[in-house]
């Protein structure tokens, strides 16, 4: 079974200032791994995923995460946090062995971004 | 637009009841899934279809039964609804081609609300 950790309940950052936001994963096969973004009352926004390939992912509103398969993390970053990127952010992974699998996603991480 | 829609967007009813969410999806994808998000947050896929068929049952009480009238379609029937049911739900779909690398995209939820 897959499983997701997002160790942060919440991460406060200035405007301006680097963006971090922790993942870690754990699957019996190979992992695909996927960021969504929550904005209030509102459904989930696709960022990012990994699939196979580079370890460092690009995806929207200039997000990126880097996969690392020793330490089995996915944390996603962007260099200068704006005040609109406060919004619930959420990991998740995917069994590759599995056509069906299950889309396992961690408990969220609530990003607030200060002026 | 092309999108997940879900109708209707909040829900108040009383327990006991019995209610309907609908899920249409003009993506063109062929897979279709509901989520559950409970108060703290945490998402847990319920169903998936793949072309009308059932792939994906958690474990979820049969008071809760999906019904797929073609591809597009996924709906949510809840009978007799009891106080935890209270939550937000999510429709999600893919185009399943590359198999457990497909990104979902998902709807803006409704919010159910059992009084």
């Known amino acids: 079974a897959q499983s997701v950790a997002q160790p942060e309940d919440q991460v406060n950052v200035a405007e301006g200032n680097p963006l971090t936001v922790k993942c870690t994963y754990s699957?019996?096969?190979?992992?695909?791994l996927f960021w969504y973004v929550q904005y209030p009352n509102r459904g989930l926004q696709f960022l990012l995923k990994y699939i196979t390939g580079d370890n460092l992912v690009k995806g929207s509103y200039g997000f990126e995460a880097e996969f690392n398969k020793s330490q089995t993390s996915f944390h996603l970053k962007k260099p200068s946090a704006l005040v609109s990127d406060s919004a619930l952010y959420f990991c998740a992974v995917r069994d590759g062995r599995d056509s069906w699998g299950k889309l396992q996603f961690g408990a969220g991480t609530q990003v607030v971004v200060t002026p | 637009d092309t999108a997940v829609s879900q109708t209707p967007k909040y829900l108040v009813t009383q327990m006991g009841n019995d209610k309907s969410i609908k899920c249409e999806q003009n993506?063109?994808?062929?897979?279709m899934y509901w989520y559950k998000q409970d108060s703290k947050k945490f998402l847990k896929i319920m169903f998936s279809?793949?072309?009308?068929?059932?792939?994906i049952n958690e474990t979820v009480p049969n008071r809760f039964s999906p019904k797929s009238p073609d591809k597009a379609h996924l709906n949510l029937h809840i009978n007799s609804l009891e106080l935890g049911d209270s939550a937000v739900y999510f429709c999600?779909?893919?185009?399943?081609?590359?198999?457990?690398?497909?990104?979902?995209?998902f709807g803006p939820g409704t919010r159910l609300t059992v009084l």
């Open positions: 999600a779909s893919s185009h399943p081609a590359t198999g457990p690398t497909d990104t979902q995209y």
């Open positions: 699957v019996s096969g190979n992992p695909y």
């Open positions: 993506l063109g994808h062929d897979t």
């Open positions: 279809y793949n072309n009308k068929e059932l792939i």
